[in-house]
């Protein structure tokens, strides 16, 4: 019998604790992993998925100091004692903002920067640099600034940046977020591809269930930083208590197959397909599926646009064409989505809704009045805007002066202002951190307060900026259940987004943008099914539109809960 | 919502392509003859020379801009005083010659009335501000026009340590750092509503400096997440490392560095005769 190889990784009874928190973010955890394995780190916000991350580089505690008990060797070093620039060799880390992650001025720096420190020869970093800008797709951009690039190609380089280490062991949290689908899933092909053909062992947090569960072999899933699962990632994602009790998402179809057993379309005893290849396959085991396509919602009908572009173009300084004669009408009371892929000009378009850039050609209206005739602050009492990073806009030293600081230039009586902040601060359910510097806070929290502040100038129209970005299931659905509130009262809702299967039971209407183009402008059902344009996107169809799609050519649904529905009224049916 | 980087030069020119040793021997002799030159003419055509050569290598037009808005009010500053009041010193460098008046300001004006503003302060103050024009346009000249991580390199090659090379750099790059955090505080402020140009003075310092903590507090946690980012990736100030770009002189290099070597010869050499301040 062979030998069994000694673990990689290594943990005994490890708990630790940040300087400034009484309690332990990471709680008596012991697991190994062995070399060549791929592992996902699930759990909710704030379970310690990231201070693990950081552990197995020793960046904590070396660098946060904190308490830390226990033992934890990573490569035959313990994170402890061994520094970290000597664990780097043995570890890749990618954290989850890659802008945060660049420190040299050039793309191909940027991957040989660790290279350069660990005293290879020039000739071997320019042959690693080489290969792995084209691992990550990077290859024609090496000259370029990293700030030049997009938040996705930032995450890419990110990436080749620890696969040119060759490290045995990648750590990658959230290194999807801010991805669009196609990029999504080839940054998952490629770890994939990394660990058949280099044994790279990967431990990855992600939210991304469907790459996910179609990559990992095993998963940990951390709950309030204790080890609540340690099994193969099939076991734990249908595992029918564990997900549900800490508000996490299965992929679409495993959740679909699941419905489909709980209304006895899918045998008890076999286990719910965990991708979209084996839910495929399940079809065949399935009753033939109804067409499913009922009535696109009526457009709201509050007289003229609030929000218009006429012939809009956008060329940079630099001569890049970002938007190209773009004409759109946004009605009053509107729930839409802007969608594709990174560098689709979706960014650009926002920044002429808040007049942060005018365009080159054509005009932006409001009421059909032209931004131009508005100043940025004048325009933010109409239009409020909740940006992607919740970090770049945080400025003040308390969340209550965060939230209140929109308040201080209005004509606002002093309780008028008191009522607004007190509504914001509970509509996010911030009033027991009123106190608390927002910087003390989680992603999620900090995400909370900004649209805390933005809500408290009660702006018609609201744009967010991938809100749901680094939000487990549960806050991502708080976000979500927010916007319908408010648009329910009324507000004009735009939600700029790459995970449109937390979308179908909120938006009305989608807007799939291409090369600077508007290639389609739809309602929700349709343009989640109009596959082949979203293929030319970058965007990928959910998981739900694809097996609908497959079960029978009418079928429309967008969500599980459709997808089954199309069985399940046949059933219901004598 | 572009990030502000590192400014850079707009195209690459046989300039660019220099070694930064090469260009900080430019930057020495062209230094060195500002400071030793006392002949305003002289120097002001060192400073034009330098001022058309930032154009040539592609400087960007804002940064000169800025230099100019910047600058102005101190230069005028500095052609007052020379015309006005520095006549002793602009004498004595004259053998004690009479200095010609251009203007007299009459009696009637408060505290300046009488004063008389001469040719020869005049021209000794633009012989200063051509000194600091020639030193103002040498550094973007030689830096922007040099990737930073070639900047490294040059200075490593030149024996700097590694560590202080890289600190040095990395400066540079924090300054673009600050930028942004200012810049993305103000936009915010202007999209939570916050119009900076409809209050008093008073009232904007008062806002401003309810902010400034959290700023400089939020660029602290992006330079400790730098930390942690440059650990992360084995950097530990040590010397032993290599590089990508290996900083070889090339013959032009060479070239650069014989001609300036020459031409600080022969700006000692001019020194103290086409050099002197001659009024």
């Known amino acids: 019998m062979p030998p069994t190889p000694a673990p990689l990784v290594s943990l005994r009874d490890v708990s630790y604790a940040y300087p400034s928190s009484t309690a332990p973010v990471l709680r008596d955890l012991s697991f190994d992993i062995a070399p060549g394995e791929i592992v996902a780190l699930l759990g909710p916000s704030g379970a310690g998925k990231t201070t693990l991350c950081l552990a197995l580089m020793g960046i904590v505690p070396q660098f946060y100091r904190g308490r830390f008990f226990g033992e934890l060797v990573v490569d035959g070093q313990d994170v402890l004692t061994e520094p970290i620039h000597a664990l780097s060799r043995s570890v890749g880390l990618v954290l989850q903002d890659p802008a945060a992650q660049l420190v040299t001025a050039s793309v191909e720096n940027e991957v040989a920067f660790a290279l350069e420190n660990a005293a290879l020869t020039a000739s071997e970093i320019r042959e690693r640099v080489a290969a792995a800008l084209t691992a990550v797709g990077l290859e024609a951009l090496a000259k370029k600034h990293p700030h030049e690039l997009s938040g996705g190609q930032q995450q890419r380089l990110a990436l080749a940046a620890a696969l040119a280490q060759q490290p045995p062991l990648i750590v990658l949290d959230e290194p999807t977020s801010q991805l669009d689908p196609a990029s999504t899933e080839e940054v998952f092909a490629l770890i994939r591809r990394l660990n058949a053909s280099h044994g790279t062992t990967f431990l990855v947090a992600s939210h991304a269930m469907e790459e996910v569960a179609a990559t990992a072999t095993r998963a940990l899933v951390l709950d309030a930083g204790r080890l609540a699962a340690d099994a193969p990632v099939a076991e734990v994602i249908r595992d029918p208590a564990l997900f549900p009790r800490l508000h996490l998402r299965r992929p679409e179809v495993t959740q679909a197959y699941a419905e489909l057993a709980a209304h006895g379309l899918w045998p008890a005893d076999q286990s719910w397909p965990c991708t979209l290849a084996e839910g495929m396959a399940g079809l065949t085991q399935l009753p033939p599926a109804q067409p499913f396509q009922p009535a696109p919602p009526a457009a709201p009908d509050r007289g003229s646009p609030i929000l218009a572009l006429r012939d809009v173009t956008h060329t940079y300084p630099d001569g890049t064409t970002a938007l190209r004669k773009i004409n759109l009408e946004i009605p009053r009371g509107e729930y839409c989505l802007l969608i594709g892929e990174n560098g689709a000009g979706k960014s650009t378009l926002l920044q002429h809704f808040l007049n942060l850039l005018r365009p080159t050609a054509g005009d932006v209206l409001i009421d059909g009045v032209s931004l131009s005739d508005f100043k940025v602050a ?120 790459h995970h449109l299967y937390l979308m179908p039971e909120y938006a009305r209407r989608v807007m799939v943008m291409g090369e600077g183009q508007l290639l389609l402008d739809a309602p929700v059902r349709e343009a989640f099914h109009a596959t082949e344009l979203l293929a030319r996107t970058a965007v990928r169809p959910t998981q739900a539109v694809a097996l609908a799609r497959a079960s029978h050519p009418q079928n429309r649904a967008i969500s599980p809960a459709e997808f089954v529905a199309s069985f399940a009224r046949e059933e219901a049916s004598p | 919502m572009s990030a502000p980087t590192w400014t850079t030069a707009t195209r690459q020119t046989a300039f660019s392509a220099l070694d930064f040793r090469a260009k900080l021997a430019v930057f020495f002799t062209a230094t060195f003859a500002a400071v030793i030159w006392d002949n305003p003419w002289l120097n002001l055509g060192l400073a034009a020379g330098i001022g058309g050569g930032c154009l040539a290598v592609g400087i960007p037009g804002a940064y000169l801009r800025l230099i100019a808005k910047v600058m102005t009010p101190f230069f005028a500053l500095l052609l007052i005083t020379h015309g006005f009041f520095n006549v002793q010193h602009v004498q004595r460098l004259l053998d004690g010659r009479d200095l010609t008046a251009l203007f007299t300001v009459p009696e009637s004006i408060w505290v300046f009335g009488g004063a008389t503003f001469s040719r020869e302060g005049a021209l000794f103050g633009l012989n200063a501000i051509a000194k600091s024009l020639t030193f103002l346009l040498l550094v973007p000249l030689c830096v ?102 290996e900083a070889k002189l090339s013959s032009l290099d060479y070239g650069v560095i014989a001609l300036t070597a020459s031409a600080l010869i022969l700006a000692i050499v001019i020194a103290p005769t086409l050099g002197q301040f001659t009024g």
């Open chain 1, 378 to 497: 004048e325009l933010a009492r109409r239009i409020g805007y909740v940006p992607q990073n919740p970090d770049q806009q945080l400025f003040n030293a308390t969340v209550e002066d965060e939230v209140a600081f929109s308040l201080q230039n209005t004509d606002l009586t002093p309780d008028e202002k008191s009522a607004r902040l007190e509504q914001a601060l509970a509509a996010m359910n911030l009033e027991h951190l009123r106190a608390a510097h927002p910087f003390s806070l989680s992603k999620g929290d900090r995400a909370r307060v900004v649209i805390a502040a933005v809500l408290s100038l009660d702006p018609e129209v609201l744009i967010f900026d991938e809100p749901t970005t680094g939000q487990d299931a549960a806050g991502a659905r708080a976000i979500l259940d927010l916007t319908r509130d408010l648009h329910a009262k009324g507000r004009t809702i735009v939600i700029v987004t």
């Open chain 2, 144 to 245: 922007f026009t040099t990737d930073p991580n070639h900047l490294v390199v040059s200075l490593v090659r030149l024996k700097l340590p590694y560590k202080l090379a890289f600190v040095l750099t990395s400066t540079l790059r924090f300054f673009p750092l600050i930028f942004e955090e200012i810049q993305a505080v103000i936009r915010t402020q202007r999209l939570r509503g916050f119009a900076a140009e409809d209050l008093s003075p008073v009232q904007r310092l008062r806002v401003y400096a309810k902010v400034a903590v959290p700023v400089i507090l939020g660029a602290l946690h992006k330079a400790q997440q730098t930390e942690v980012v440059l650990q992360a990736k084995g950097f530990s100030g040590s010397s032993h490392r290599t590089y990508l770009y």
